[in-house]
Structures are given as C-alpha cells and as structure tokens.
C-alpha cells in the first residue's frame, strides 16, 4: 500500500512538472511601472512580543495617493486611513477618533516617511508577495492578494460629524 501511495506521488510530481511554460512571477512584479494599484492585504501587527491579525484593502495612484481600509476585529472595519503627498487623514472608527494634518509636519513630529517613501516601503522591492516593515516599537507583515495594476479606482474617506479629532 505504502508503495503505491509512493509511485502515486512520484507521477503526480513529475506530471505537473513537466509543463515548461508555467512561471511563478510574484503578484508584486509590477512594482516598478505601475500607474494605479489596489488589493487586499492582510497580515500581522506586532508591538513588542504582542500581535495581532488584520486584513484589508489597499489602492495607490504612484506619487499620489494611499488608501488603506483595515479591518481587525471580526471582519470589521477598524481604520481608514488616506495619505497624500501634502496631507494625511487617518479615521478610528474603533474610538470614533479622527486625526488630519499637514504630511509636513508628521515628517517633522514624527519622523514618518514621505508619500513616495512609504509607497516604496508598503510594495517592497518587487519580488515577493509580501513585505515586512519596522518603525521604532512596531512590526507589521503586509500579504498581498487580488492584485490590480492600472486601473483607476477612487479613494472614499468619510468622517461622522460625531468623531473627536485628536492631535498626533
């Protein structure tokens, strides 16, 4: 039994090896001439030895605009967040909080990235379908899935007129 279950597998893979024309490429091989993108993502955030699972959606327009919709708990809808090269919105519907500011001074304050940064940063160098990123305490795991490349898409951030807005 045992060696028919081992000649199954030996045919198996070379059956589906013998195809010459498959290539693996990587979901992330257009990073460098892409226009616009969209996708989902999901992953971990990690502060010191805790973590925690997300998932969510991410579209960017290259030198322009990112948009990212995570979702942490039970599939729902955690943060939004919109970044620009002059302005960074980022909404907490989780503690109904919103925080806009000028992206000069979060490069300042807080020594964020700048927008073509952090979209070289979030799309890695091109070769994997995943990125792993670290900002002082903080790890994140980015996975990417349902790649789009170069279709326009839009980037819907509303604000309930109920949430507080705080200050980095």
Known sequence: MIGVLLLA????LLVSSCDST????SPMAHVTDYQWMAGKINGEL????DEWAFTGNIRMRRDST?????S???GMESIRALVTPDSVVLVNRMNQTYLAEPMSNLVQTLQVPSLQETQALLLGDGTADHVALQWGPYTVK???SDLHWDEPTSFPIKINKNYERVKP
């Open 9 to 12: 597998t030996v045919v198996l």
């Open 22 to 25: 498959k290539k693996l490429v």
């Open 46 to 49: 990690g502060v010191g030895s």
């Open 66 to 70: 990112i948009w990212i919709s995570v």
């Open 72 to 74: 942490a708990f039970w």
């Open 142 to 144: 980015i996975r990417y």
